[in-house]
C-alpha cells in the first residue's frame, strides 16, 4: 500500500521557486521526525532537511537560508519550500520518517516513496 506520496516537483529556471508536499499515512507521520532527502543521478541519496513534530527544525548546509521545511499534522502532510534554487539541486525528491543516532539521522526502515523530481536549469 502506498504511505508516502510526493508532490510538487517540476521545472523551474535558477533562482525560481518551488513547495514539495509529501502526504503520509497517521501511522507514518505520528513517528517524531520526518525528512526530505534528494538523489541526482549517479549520486547517493542525501538528507535535505528534518522536522519534528513540535517543529524543530535542522538542515543541510547547502540549502540552509534557501529551504524551509514544515508540516501540518492535522493534514499529515510535510511540505519543503524551495527558494533560490541553483541546478545543482536537481534531484528527485523523497520524504521519509527519520530517528537520530548518536547524533547521526537515519531513515527508519519501510518501502519509499515514488518520490517528486525537481530540475532546475540554468
Known amino acids: 500500500q502506498v504511505q508516502l506520496v510526493e508532490s510538487g516537483g517540476g521545472v523551474v529556471q535558477a533562482g525560481g521557486s518551488l513547495r514539495l508536499s509529501c502526504a503520509a499515512s497517521?501511522?507514518?507521520?505520528?513517528?517524531?521526525?520526518m525528512a526530505w532527502y534528494r538523489q541526482a543521478p549517479g549520486k547517493q541519496r542525501e538528507l535535505v532537511a528534518q522536522?519534528?513534530?513540535?517543529?524543530?527544525?535542522n538542515y543541510a548546509d547547502f540549502v540552509k537560508g534557501r529551504f524551509t521545511i514544515s508540516r501540518d499534522n492535522a493534514k499529515n502532510t510535510l511540505y519543503l519550500q524551495m527558494n533560490s534554487l541553483k541546478p545543482e539541486d536537481t534531484a528527485v525528491y523523497y520524504c521519509?520518517?527519520?530517528?537520530?543516532?548518536?547524533?547521526?539521522?537515519?531513515?527508519?526502515?519501510?518501502?519509499w516513496g515514488q518520490g517528486t523530481q525537481v530540475t532546475v536549469s540554468s
Open positions: 521519509k520518517p527519520v530517528r537520530t543516532f548518536g547524533g547521526i539521522t537515519f531513515p527508519i526502515a519501510g518501502s
Open positions: 497517521g501511522s507514518i507521520f505520528s513517528i517524531n521526525t
Open positions: 522536522i519534528t513534530r513540535e517543529g524543530i527544525t
